[in-house]
């Protein structure tokens, strides 16, 4: 290697790390305005949104990191830097297609949207959010064909969340799920089982069922030295390797809803506090992209979190927590597990009719994008296709098209990662069972060590190393496929649904 190829890609790291950062302090003022933010300090946090998002767009498209680029590509590298210069130059391009004065805009206006949505949603009122999410539809529309004016533009800003699966692959393991799910679902609402109830007609404080999620996450070994538990109107992860914060919320009326919030939210910090420290600003630790951050997520909260052994292994601590409810542990598991087409609202989705849910917010973000729907006419084309899919139609905006933040942050083509990480994680789990073996009986124990160390392993420390195809095939020896997630919903729910 000559003498100049270390200096070219420390170049190159050096500026990028200052893109990062910003990033990073990005996520911290965003975490905050969700979080602790006085409710009137919208007009400002915009404003300095806004100024961040610029002067980061301003050092990932500038000249030195351009020639930076130039001077690492052209020498003798490692696999590992090859796949920095990869990441880094996809960034870049993308960026420097876009005009800053653009980027500054969406970010004001997104932050903007935020309150509005807020507003909107506490009013059930979508006509006070459909301005602004017009206006983020057309700016996304804009971003999109300064990358690539002769794509679809939906297909661009998928790949914001999700650069290598593709939406070919996203539209077919939708239209899969959708096709071998819906008869599993009719199978479920035809049977004469009736999973039990326990939480019903109760009333849960909000202070035991924070006191249980701040257990719950000890037990799965959440670092609190680098974490921290909130509330928040819609939960969410945050942070890096170093600080990594999780929101949860809580209804009086349901503790599952928390619990598996909590644990969901669990497997994002986990994921990120499990990133090589020593990369921290670089490619190699950051997470690989959202499909696979999903994959943790959903693989803690249904794999683990909604298995029979984790109910038994916390049944105790459950009953301890709320007084009236004296469920033993099938009971609990069975109700954590019991579908439910009628409900209206995705994150208290179960695990089947979950992805029936992400397909609305699929087909109406795509057509909105598209041009082929007007914003205006969202919250009708979202009630019909609730109750063509579900056979339930929302009451208010509130419980139907206001419920998710996503679009306030104009975050177009993200729900697709919903899906595509559940299918994900449990061919990740299938192969770590395979690898470790009983792994119920560890979760039982309530010892996650394994399947932790398992994941660390085979996903984490690789950071975005590798494309996420290519991730996937490394870490359970085959090419990324849906088969695993059928089976297992197929398997799980005919148990408990004796179909």
């Known amino acids: 290697m000559s003498a100049e190829t270390p200096q070219a890609y420390d170049d190159l790291l050096d500026a990028y790390r200052r893109v990062s950062n910003l990033g990073s302090a990005v996520g911290v003022l965003s975490w905050d305005q969700q979080v602790t933010m006085p409710e009137g300090g919208g007009p400002a946090r915009s404003q300095q949104l806004s100024t961040l998002s610029g002067l980061k767009h301003e050092l990932l498209t500038d000249d030195e990191v351009a020639d930076a680029l130039d001077a690492a590509g052209e020498a003798e590298l490692s696999d590992e830097q090859r796949a920095v210069v990869r990441e880094i130059r996809r960034e870049h391009e993308r960026a420097a297609a876009v005009p800053q004065e653009l980027i500054e805009q969406i970010s004001a206006t997104s932050s903007e949207a935020l309150e509005v949505w807020e507003s909107a949603k506490a009013d059930a009122d979508f006509s006070q959010f459909a301005p602004v999410l017009d206006e983020l539809v057309e700016l996304r529309r804009e971003y999109a064909a300064h990358i690539d004016p002769d794509r679809d533009p939906y297909a661009v800003l998928f790949e914001e969340y999700e650069p290598y699966l593709g939406l070919e692959t996203a539209e077919t393991v939708l239209e899969r799920l959708r096709d071998e799910l819906v008869p599993l679902i009719e199978a479920v609402g035809d049977s004469d089982v009736t999973l039990p109830e326990p939480f019903a007609d109760g ?3 909000e202070q035991r069922q924070e006191d249980l999620s701040r257990e719950i996450l000890t037990d799965l070994g959440y670092d609190w030295d680098r974490g921290r538990l909130d509330v928040s109107s819609h939960p969410f992860t945050s942070g890096n390797q170093f600080d990594c914060r999780v929101t949860t919320r809580f209804l009086s009326e349901d503790p599952l809803s928390a619990l598996t919030a909590t644990i969901h939210e669990f497997g994002h910090a986990f994921y990120n506090l ?23 997520s959903r693989l803690w909260e249904n794999h683990v979190g909604r298995s029979r052994p984790f109910w038994e292994s916390i049944a105790d601590d ?3 927590a709320f007084e009236g409810v004296d469920a033993d542990a099938d009971t609990l598991y069975r109700a ?9 609202i995705r994150v208290d989705a179960d695990e089947l009719t979950y992805h029936m849910h992400i397909i609305v917010r699929f087909e109406i973000e795509r057509d909105l994008i598209n041009g082929d729907l007007a914003v205006e006419d969202v919250p009708a084309v979202w009630n019909d296709k609730y ?5 339930v139609r929302p009451e208010n905006d509130a419980e139907g098209v206001l419920q998710d933040i996503h679009w306030s942050h104009g975050n177009f083509g993200y729900f697709p990662t919903y899906t595509l990480g559940s299918v994900m994680a449990a061919q990740l789990y299938a192969a770590a069972e395979d690898d470790l073996g009983d792994l119920d009986g560890a979760i039982r124990d309530g010892e996650f060590e394994d399947l932790q160390t398992w994941l660390r392993e085979n996903v984490h420390r690789h950071g975005a190393r590798y494309r996420t195809d290519e991730l996937v095939e490394r870490a359970t020896g085959e090419p990324y496929t849906a088969e695993y997630f059928l089976e297992y919903a197929t398997e799980k729910y005919g148990d408990l649904y004796d179909l």
Do not use: W
């Open 203 to 205: 009333t849960y404080s």
């Open 274 to 296: 499990g990133l090589p420290q020593e990369e921290y600003g670089t490619p190699l630790g950051a997470s690989r992209d959202l499909s696979v951050h999903e994959s943790q």
């Open 387 to 391: 109750e063509q899919y579900l056979g």
């Open 318 to 320: 459950v009953r301890s």
């Open 336 to 344: 954590a597990n019991r579908v439910y087409d009628d409900n209206l």
